[in-house]
């Protein structure tokens, strides 16, 4: 079997890696992070799960941010979502329910994103597939804007 290799010469994993941050930034700078007492994972590890509540940092929700690449790449980041405490509970009660498929989150994206940063910068995040984690897909930040519409050089983005 062939294995491919992107213009930057790196390996592609099908043209279409993805990155999973494991914690948002903000629980990251934490002197316990997600051993914090009193916090809650929707699963047994950070890793695994795709909530959490932190005290001193909030609450989150995992999504997917998908970066178009040249060559008809994807790139898709696990990134979380910085979200209210409300809707966390919301999306608590429908996560695993028929409900799920309607679900919009406003929040800020709680991870920096290379190349282009993006922490914090407001974003909506909304079902695709309900099968699947929630998408970012809008924002009022043109830069944001940007990288969810735009396709990218591969090299400036993965290499």
Same mark, same amino acid.
């Given at each position: %079997?062939?294995? =491919?290799?992107?213009?930057?010469?790196?390996?592609?994993?099908?043209?279409?890696?993805?990155?999973?941050?494991?914690?948002?930034?903000?629980?990251? /700078?934490?002197? =316990? !992070? =997600? @051993?914090?007492?009193?916090?809650?994972?929707?699963?047994?590890?950070?890793? /695994?799960?795709? %909530? %959490? @509540?932190?005290?001193g940092a909030g609450p989150f929700v995992r999504v997917l941010l998908p970066i178009q690449l040249d060559q008809g790449h994807t790139l898709t980041y696990g990134a979380w979502l910085a979200i209210s405490p409300d809707d966390l509970q919301r999306t608590f009660a429908v996560w695993w329910e028929p409900e799920y498929a309607n679900l919009r989150l406003d929040g800020l994206l709680a991870n920096a994103i290379h190349p282009w940063?993006?922490?914090?910068?407001?974003?909506?995040?909304?079902?695709?597939?309900?099968d699947e984690t929630p998408y970012l897909t809008a924002s009022?930040?043109?830069?944001?804007? !940007?990288?969810?519409? /735009?396709?990218?050089?591969?090299?400036?983005?993965?290499?």
């Open positions: %079997m062939a294995v =491919e290799t992107c213009s930057c010469g790196r390996t592609v994993d099908g043209g279409n890696p993805n990155l999973r941050f494991t914690l948002p930034d903000p629980v990251l /700078e934490l002197p =316990e !992070k =997600e @051993q914090t007492p009193g916090t809650w994972m929707s699963h047994g590890t950070a890793r /695994e799960s795709v %909530m %959490m @509540q932190v005290p940063g993006l922490l914090s910068t407001p974003v909506t995040a909304t079902i695709r597939n309900p009022p930040d043109p830069l944001m804007t !940007k990288v969810l519409t /735009e396709t990218w050089p591969h090299a400036d983005v993965v290499g």
